[in-house]
């Protein structure tokens, strides 16, 4: 059981068509040829030349290689993808797989390593996207579904709460226990029907949840993966939230 459990492919444009053409050797020079050629033009490069040109080469690309790549584009590709599916509920199994593939692109360019020991991670985020159906609640009728989900995390105090909207305001608390600096071990310990009446969760209500992508922008923040193999893009709307104690 995930911890966010309580209740694509798109073609991209070429980008070959943006590239300048490239000319062979043999096209026509801008300039007519001379007609008198220099020792410099004919002499051959020294081959201890032609070796530094070629360690260059591979330690500037390597330093590009290694380069942290920009985030920025890749969150605004993955919000326009999930923007008109319904949380997830309108999602097709290609627009799954092709939304798999940018978190994925941005789970690579994560800025903070150990999402546990960060403070971002502390607060109310809401849920914006998932493949989870039993939070989607696609088996029922839409006047029955959640309208929107909420999850909380307090890092600090490994403490977890999941909450539903209306109609039903159902929530769930759990503890969380670091497995390593990215993923947690979910214990359930009770479920609030109607976010009022307390049922103790059964020692089966178990799960595990790794934070891939954390960084600072409170309107968009977090990427999850639970152990059910679902995806989460939550957003954070209140970095001051507490969850209650036991």
Same mark, same amino acid.
């Given at each position: ?92 199994? $290609?627009?799954?797989? *092709?939304?798999? &593939?940018?978190?994925?692109? !941005?789970?690579?360019? /994560? %800025?903070? =390593?150990?999402?546990? @020991? ?45 909450? $539903?909207?209306?109609? *039903?305001?159902? &929530?769930?608390?759990?503890? !969380?226990?670091?497995? /390593? %600096?990215? =993923?947690?071990?979910? @214990? ?59």
């Amino acid at each position: 059981m995930a911890l966010s459990t309580l209740s694509p492919p798109f073609t991209t444009h070429s980008s070959s068509s943006l590239l300048p053409k490239l000319h062979h050797p043999s096209a026509a020079a801008p300039f007519p040829a001379s007609n008198h050629t220099t020792s410099l033009s004919t002499s051959p490069t020294p081959p201890v030349l032609l070796k530094w040109r070629a360690n260059v080469s591979f330690f500037t690309g390597f330093l590009n290689n290694n380069k942290t790549k920009n985030p920025e584009p890749i969150k605004q590709e993955l919000l326009e993808a999930i923007e008109p599916l319904d949380r997830g509920a309108e999602a097709t199994p $290609e627009d799954q797989q *092709f939304i798999d &593939q940018i978190a994925r692109k !941005l789970e690579a360019a /994560n %800025p903070t =390593k150990e999402p546990l @020991k960060s403070d971002l991670l502390n607060g109310k985020w809401e849920l914006i996207y998932t493949t989870s159906q039993s939070i989607l609640q696609t088996n029922r009728p839409k006047l029955l579904r959640s309208r929107r989900n909420f999850q909380a995390i307090n890092a600090d105090i490994l403490r977890a709460q999941n909450m $539903e909207s209306a109609p *039903f305001f159902n &929530q769930v608390t759990a503890d !969380l226990t670091p497995l /390593n %600096p990215k =993923k947690v071990a979910v @214990k359930f310990d009770y479920f609030k029907i109607g976010g009022l009446i307390p049922v103790k969760a059964p020692e089966t209500a178990v799960g595990e949840l790794e934070i891939t992508y954390l960084d600072q922008e409170l309107s968009y923040g977090r990427v999850s993966r639970g152990d059910k193999g679902n995806l989460f893009v939550l957003k954070m709307i209140d970095p001051s939230y507490r969850i209650p104690s036991k």
